[in-house]
């Protein structure tokens, strides 16, 4: 009798999930949006919905192995989402002890950008790597760090949040976790449209975003305005490129990895983003790393990363 595990990946605007077989293969899944429920409580009422149906689809809970989840502050050594600044759900919750007690079965839980680099590396880009960093760009800036063939946690489970790294310490922007500078306040999609609206504040160029609200610009909008050559939309994505590149040039000093993956929605802008980032990092790389680190897009699917991830925490799960 085949068995499975559940992997839930939980972002700050949706979340997804699905039923995995032993070879790796999504057989079922679903999704929701994770910013509809400002109470945990209602957000998992829905989310069990969800998964018992997807569960029934598959043959029913004696077939499930385990569910794993990747969320962002997400704690493997508790199980508890910690402080989490993208989601609507604010302290410390104990997010897998309140699914199994749910569900009826056994919960494992870890950092949503540690659930992608766990995809990544049994099924994506970082196949037969040992040491790689993934950089997730969505509605924040995750990663997961994997040196020697291991995630890095710390001795708290936190280890790894270079999204936090403060790249601007005079004048730095106000970031969701409460301190200003941080890589995620400049290179998330939020940081993107931010940018967005600071240009546009502080120069007259012509551009396709000022036919937008600002208030409603989005990092999607400025994709789109660049594709048709727009010059300030371009000058955001060298910007952008250029922090991250900084940022990755950090990163290489002190793991010295084989690749940097990007994970994400900001990756569908491809070389706009890509070209600029590459060209910093390099800049900014000490000589004795330069050339020795590949920057790579994810292989998988932009929600399939994160899934198969996680539910690779579901065959361990307890």
């Known amino acids: 009798m085949e068995q499975y595990v559940v992997g839930i990946d939980i972002g700050g605007t949706n979340s997804v999930y699905g039923v995995v077989d032993a070879r790796g293969t999504i057989v079922a899944s679903g999704s929701m949006k994770t910013g509809s429920y400002e109470q945990v409580e209602d957000y998992i009422d829905e989310l069990v919905k969800g998964l018992e149906f997807m569960i029934r689809q598959v043959g029913g809970k004696e077939l499930i192995k385990g569910i794993g989840v990747g969320v962002p502050n997400g704690n493997f050594f508790n199980g508890c989402i910690e402080f989490a600044p993208n989601l609507p759900w604010k302290g410390k919750i104990p997010f897998a002890k309140l699914i199994s007690e749910r569900i009826g079965i056994p919960v494992a839980l870890t950092n949503d950008a540690n659930a992608a680099a766990i995809g990544e590396m049994t099924y994506g880009a970082a196949r037969g790597m040992k040491d790689f960093i993934v950089i997730t760009l969505g509605t924040g800036v995750g990663s997961g760090i994997v040196v020697n063939g291991s995630l890095v946690y710390g001795h708290d489970g936190f280890a790894g949040e270079l ?5 601007r310490r005079t004048n730095g922007r106000l970031c969701g976790c409460g301190r200003t500078g941080c890589l995620e306040a400049y290179a998330s999609a939020t940081g993107v449209a931010r940018t967005a609206r600071e240009i546009l ?23 789109d305005a660049a594709v048709k050559g727009d010059k300030i939309a371009l000058e955001i994505f060298e910007f952008t490129g250029n922090m991250l590149g900084e940022a990755f040039a950090d990163f290489i000093a002190f793991s010295s990895p084989e690749a940097i993956i990007l994970f994400g929605g900001l990756t569908k802008a491809g070389d706009l983003i890509m070209n600029p980032i590459r060209e910093s990092m390099y800049k900014n790389t000490l000589n004795v790393f330069k050339g020795k680190t590949q920057l790579l897009f994810s292989q998988l699917k932009e929600s399939d990363a994160a899934i198969l991830g996680a539910s690779a925490l579901g065959w361990e799960a307890k």
């Not at 999204?163 to 790249?167: L, S």
């Not at 504040?201 to 989005?218: F, G, H, M, Q, V």
């Open 163 to 167: 999204g936090h790294v403060v790249m």
């Open 201 to 223: 504040e502080i120069c007259n160029k012509e551009s396709i975003l000022r036919e937008i609200a600002p208030e409603d610009i989005t990092s999607k909008d400025v994709f």
